[in-house]
Each structure stands twice: as structure tokens, then as C-alpha cells.
């Protein structure tokens, strides 16, 4: 073929000619002659050249890798051959003890060398919400969204340091959510952030391959699949924007990673943050007790003679893994009905110095694989094109023998509760013993959240009876929402509240740093708010609040089907309404009591 009649541009012609040498004939074959769809020809070439300066290997090196890795998957090759997996270093923070708080303490002190980086990247097909996730509500009492919550945990982390500064904000984003994630926090005035703590780092896809051979698959002539790289692109983004390296610099010590629609995640930073830095652990998971079968990973230490690491065994692979070793039965639940292993939810603690170090080794290309569905057990057509995946929980592959790697374990409601699924997909999780990870069942769990810092405060709380809406559980209160500028640790919330009552479907919403509560009385369905801004100092004393409060009001099955009902709502089944509820807003600085 005459790389000269496909283009005129010399470094196109040199990528070109790569390719044809590399077997990517078909990508060339059938070209229309000169003259006919220039347009098109120009766009596929343009695609080419991206993707080579976006890969950090090249798009000749993705090409050689995937044919590597495609080969070992047909020889069967077991990336944990040898391995036996052991329980990790862990520490259990499942109890609100004197360790928690002493843990949340240093945690809260650390808040002025951390950062947050949040991955943003995915599409969320499993839920069929057709925008970003970030702007789904996380709760529809006041329709605070993820992006505007995480927002407010970072500010609240600013207003607890001695020296306060903002703490920078990472997002990745992708080709399908950036603008959106752009328009968002531009239409909310970037939700009281400032622009220069927000760093928006966008991953590319990278293209599909279509057989054993490695041959890049196309759509259609002039146009190629591309796929999704996966979460792990974070740690090549970090690396080749310079960000991670310049973090250090500013004086970060540690790396939070959390994911796009898991509003309790706040909770246990401030403790697992301690943890890191007590326990001096590189590399710190969230874990929580594991449900057999279900789509998280579990947490391992894998031992192979004197070699060990401390690592993620994605959800797919653990139940082999187990059978080849430690539990011939697979993953089967434990007399309390758990996984053997912690599952991994993915929210990381990674401390910078070391990370800086392994990203300018490995320029950030962490742990890629390949796992493509093969049509029959010969293993030599694929059911669809497949890619290279990296997941941003394989760091700890780079890890030696110096650095430490441990899981922080949480009461799983209090730390994860992700809203991944469609109502449909989320009843029959339901039905069949597996977290249904669902809008409702996110806003009921974030709710909960809130009862148990009340709980651990000592008011006395009575929860309303579960209810099945759309088949999905949901606990409909009481609705507590502690808002991150009232309270980042349980220490704060029992030096703000004491005494007193809420019960059934009562809501109680606290926004504002200096609020406090003694004896206050809230018998659902009444409903108490209170917003106060900073210097405005609030008490309550003493009050019993009776009112209509918020009502649950189902969605009928027309709304339920109607476009004209927001996406949002139909993605729970049900609305929230206001019949009533008390609501306090102090707008200057002063001293209130009510
Ligand atoms: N994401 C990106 O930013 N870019 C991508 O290319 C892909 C995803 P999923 P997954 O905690 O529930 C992970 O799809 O990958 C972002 C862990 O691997 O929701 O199936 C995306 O926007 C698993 O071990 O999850 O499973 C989202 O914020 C377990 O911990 C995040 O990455 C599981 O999460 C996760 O993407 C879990």
C-alpha cells in the first residue's frame, strides 16, 4: 500500500506506514480514490494521531501489548498463579469507640496536607440515567446533588484547618461526561469552589480491538471503536499533567480517591485519613463486609513463597481464585452471611511521596489487562471487540517491600453506598440477597448516615418501618441531613447536640458550623431546618417541634412512566414534599436561640 496516496502530512504517513507494518492493513483497505470523502479520511487519520500522542506507549505499543496480553489469555495464564490469599492489615473502625474518635481526630488534623480526586469518567449505563451522575440528587428533601455535597465536604474540610486553604479538588472526566461535568459546576458558580483548586483532567478512550491478532476494530470505514480505558487512567493523568508532582510541592501528603455517586464516603474519611497516618500505610482501601458474589472486589494479602502484596481481586476473579486455594467452594458466605475477604469499594488512600515515585517510573501506565468474551471455549473469536483496561485499585502491583499497604474497615452503610443500578436491575438485586445500589437506596442510606451521628450523640432515635418502593428497600426516616459545614467528625456532632428525641418520619436538617441542640423533641412527620451562616450562632433548647414536616409521596405508575417526571425521580419512584416543616435561616452574624 502507498502511504503517500493516503495522506500528504509526513507524520502521518510515518504512523500510517507503522500501522501497515504492523499487520492494520484493513484499516486502509477499500479507501474511496482521491477526491471522494477527504473529509471522513482526514478525521480517521486526526483519530489516529490523537490516540498515538494520547497513549503514553503510542498507539504501535497499545497494538503489541494487546496482542501480548491476548496471548496469555488464550495459554489460560492466571495472574494469580501461585498466590494464596490471607486476610489483609486491617483496622476495624466498625465501632464508634474511643479508637474512632481518636482516629478521626488525626484525621481532622491531616486535613491540611490532603487532597481529593474524584473519578468521574464513567458513563453509568447499569443505571439508564441519561445525564452525568454527579448531578443526580443524592437526597430529594432539598435535592443536594453529589457534585454539590462533595463540594460541601471539601469547603468543611477548609473550615477545619489552622491555617485554611482550599484542598484541591482532582475530577476526571471522559469524553461522555466532561462538558457536562464543565457546564455544571459553571452553572453553580463551581458550588462555592474556587477555580484554582479544581483540576479537571480528562481520560481518552482508547480504540477496540477486534480479534486475537490485535487487529484494530472498526464501526464502519474511517471510523474506529473506542472503549473506555478505565478508572486506572487517573494515575496517568496525575503523572502527565505534572499534577501529582506539583501536589507534593505544595506540601499534600496523601491522595483520597472516592468515586462519583457514593454519598457517605465523607463519613469515614477523617478516620481512615488517621489511619494512614498513624499506621504510616502507603496505600489504605475502604473496605467493608463483602456480600458473596457481589460487584465489588475482595481485599487480599496474596502470598507466593517470600513474595507478597496486598491488592484488589476484582469481583470476577475472586471466585476462582478461592477455589484454586483456600475455599474449594468459591466464595460462599461465612456463618454472618459475608465474603472471606473485605470488598474493596474503592475509595483509596494513597500517600503522594512514594506515588510520585512509581507514577515517574511507570509514567502512571498501571497494570493493564485484557478480558476479552470469547464466543466458545477454543478461545479464538470474541463475542464483541474488547480493549486494555486499567483499574486505579492495581497500584499496590508496584508496591516493594518498603511500602505498606493496610484496608481500613467500616460498617458498609455508614462508608458506601453507591447508586449504580436502575430500578428494575436494583429489585432484582434485592430479591435475590445482593445491595440493591440504587437512587432510593443511596438517599435511604444517606439518611441513615445521619441517624447514627445523632445516635452516637445520645438523642434517641426511632426509625420508621422499612418500606418496598418498586420493589427496592427503603427506610423512609427519620430523614436526617448533618450537612458537612455542621459536623466532619462524630466529636464535632456530640459537642453540637445532647439530648432529645427524633422518631418515624421526622426530618432534621443542620447546614451551618455553629448549631446547637439540646433536648430537642422531633416526632415524625414534623420537620425542623436550620441554616445558619458563618458567624451566625444558633441554639435550641428545650423544643418540642410538631408540625406536617416532609411527606414520601409515591410516584403513580404514570408518573412513574412519564418523561414529563424527571429523571431523577423516576430513577427512585417516589418525590418529597413539603407539608410544613419549620424552617430557620440566619443570614447575618449574631447570637439566635430559639
Ligand atoms: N470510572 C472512570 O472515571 N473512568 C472509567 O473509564 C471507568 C469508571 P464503576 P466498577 O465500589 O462499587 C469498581 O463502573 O469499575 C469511574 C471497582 O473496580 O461504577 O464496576 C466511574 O465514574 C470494584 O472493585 O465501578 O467497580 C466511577 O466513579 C468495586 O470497588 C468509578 O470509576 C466497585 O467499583 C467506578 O466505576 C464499587
Known sequence: MDVEKLTADPAEQRLIAELLQAGQEHLFADWDPPGT?????????????HINRAYPDGLLGYIAKARKFLSEVREGENPFEGFEP?????????????????????????????AVVLVAGGLGERLGYSGIKLDIPVEVTETVSYLAHYAACLKAMETRMNTPHPVPFIIMTSADTHAKTVASLEANSRFGLKEEQIHILKQEPVPAIA?????????EKYK????????????????????????????????????????????????????????????????????????????????KGDREMT???????????LRATVSPEGDVPDEQGFSMFPGNINVLLIRLAPYVKILERTRGVIAEFINPKYTDETKTTFKKPTRLETLMQDLPKFFGPDEKVGVSIFDRKWCFSANKNNVADAAAKHAAGSPPESGATAESDFYLAGRMKLAAAGMEVTPAEEQLILGIPFTPGPRVLLRPSFATTLDEVRSKISGGSISGEATLILDGKDIFLE?????????????????????????KVENDGFELVKLTDEEQNSTATPEYLRIRGYRIENRGAAVYEFNEPGEYTL
Do not use: W
Open 37 to 49: 470523502n477527504e473529509e471522513a479520511k482526514a478525521a480517521f487519520r486526526e483519530s489516529l494521531m
Open 86 to 114: 490471607h486476610q489483609p492489615d486491617k483496622v476495624d473502625l466498625t465501632r464508634f469507640d474511643a479508637d474512632y474518635d481518636r482516629y478521626e481526630a488525626l484525621g481532622k488534623s491531616h486535613f491540611e496536607k490532603t
Open 211 to 219: 480479534d486475537n491478532d490485535g487487529h484494530l476494530a472498526l464501526k
Open 224 to 303: 474506529l471503536i473506542l472503549k473506555p480505558h478505565g478508572h486506572g487512567d487517573i494515575h496517568m493523568l496525575l503523572h502527565s499533567s505534572g499534577l501529582a508532582a506539583e501536589l507534593e510541592k505544595q506540601g499534600i501528603e496523601h491522595l483520597v480517591f472516592i468515586q462519583d455517586t457514593n454519598g457517605q464516603v465523607f463519613n469515614a474519611i477523617p478516620a481512615a485519613l488517621g489511619v494512614s497516618v498513624e499506621k504510616g500505610f502507603d496505600f489504605n482501601s475502604l473496605g467493608v463486609n463483602r456480600i458473596p458474589g457481589e460487584a465489588v472486589g475482595g481485599l487480599a494479602r496474596l502470598v
Open 311 to 321: 491488592l484488589n481481586v476484582e469481583y470476577h476473579q475472586l471466585d476462582p481464585l
Open 519 to 543: 433536648n430537642v423533641e422531633l416526632p415524625g412527620p414534623s420537620a425542623l431546618v436550620i441554616k445558619a451562616c458563618d458567624g451566625a450562632r444558633v441554639t435550641v433548647k428545650n423544643l
